[in-house]
């Protein structure tokens, strides 16, 4: 941080859009670095030996950028860093939600957007549990439901002993639902100890976590959604 000022990376190749935005984020406490193009944006995640700076406490991605695809940055900058990624994107669809979300995308906001949701996503994102294994994770350090088997100290997931690779949220949201198999947590529950807010927008991103967690797992039928109240974990037999 610069003065407790948290570093974002803005990746928006409109440069009026980005001056508009950057303005915003500067206002509610950001220092904001612009990058115009995928390449850009990869070069100012790399270290500098030049001089010590502090790393980005988040990264905003617009998927519609000039050289490369806005889902190959994302891919590349999960592969470089664990820092936060919000993609800004036109495409409101779950199926491309989910595909960002595989790629390492913690979350996303849809254009045209309002300002306060954009900084309270932020904010979610930004907010780090202390414990090791995140604000989602039970006491115990091995649980086995079935063929599934989640290791919390290692934050990995295995199916039948096949690894299936999660990104932070979706395993902090399989933990939270694995403490209490077949007890409903509520949608307001799941949203404040996993995404560290009660901010009732982020309800979507939610749903697009729990059907990503589906196919990623290739059961289903594992997260059970209770109409109205929220999502439980249906133990296997």
């Not at 990058?35 to 990869?42: I, K, N, P, V, Y």
């Not at 592969?79 to 779950?94: L, Y």
Request: some cysteine; proline content about 5%; aromatic content about 4%.
């Amino acid at each position: 941080m610069e003065g407790g000022r948290v570093r974002l990376l803005l990746v928006e190749d409109d440069n009026h859009v980005a001056a508009a935005v950057s303005a915003i984020l500067t206002r509610h406490g950001f220092t904001v670095v612009h990058a115009r193009s995928g390449d850009e944006a990869l070069r100012a995640l790399l270290p500098s030996p030049e001089k010590e700076q502090d790393p980005f406490g988040v990264v905003l991605l617009d998927l519609g950028l000039p050289d490369q695809d806005g889902y190959e940055v994302c891919g590349k900058i999960r592969k470089r860093t664990t820092t936060p990624v919000i993609m800004v994107t036109a495409r409101s669809d779950v199926r491309s939600r989910i595909h960002g979300l595989n790629l390492g995308a913690d979350d996303y906001i849809v254009k045209p957007y309002d300002t306060g949701e954009l900084i309270a996503r932020i904010h979610a994102v930004i907010r780090r549990p202390g414990a090791a294994t995140g604000g989602a994770a039970p006491a115990e350090t091995d649980l086995h439901l079935g063929a599934v088997h989640i290791d919390l100290p290692t934050r990995t997931v295995s199916v039948d002993g096949t690894a299936v690779s999660l990104t932070r949220k979706e395993f902090d949201l399989l933990a939270l639902l694995a403490q209490r198999p077949g007890v409903v947590f509520r949608r307001e529950q799941i949203i404040s100890e996993v995404w560290r807010t009660s901010w009732e927008g982020t309800g979507r991103t939610l749903e697009v976590h729990v059907a990503s967690l589906r196919a990623k797992l290739r059961m289903p039928a594992l997260i059970e959604t209770v109409r109205g109240v929220g999502y439980r974990l249906v133990a296997p037999a």
